[in-house]
């Protein structure tokens, strides 16, 4: 059996890494920390091939038919 890329996949939703400058201006606007965000595995598979390091922080697109599109947000972690 093939090995499935899941980033080509028709339901899943685009990722990308956020930017040091991006990522100063969400913390600063939300006045949070980095590790204040929800948490995502690097061993995930929607993630796992983009070169990612625990601390790397995670945009990721999502379009809802009701609400629209929209962001989140989430770091790298190990465990």
Do not use: Q
């Amino acid at each position: 059996m093939a090995n499935l890329d899941v980033s080509k996949h028709f339901l899943s939703f685009k990722h990308e890494k956020v930017g040091k400058k991006e990522l100063d201006a969400l913390i600063k606007k939300y006045d949070i920390s980095v590790w204040d965000l929800p948490k995502i595995l690097i061993t995930d598979p929607a993630i796992k091939d983009m070169g990612l390091k625990p601390g790397d922080v995670v945009k990721i697109y999502r379009k809802c038919p009701y609400r629209g599109p929209s962001i989140y947000y989430r770091v790298v972690v190990r465990e």
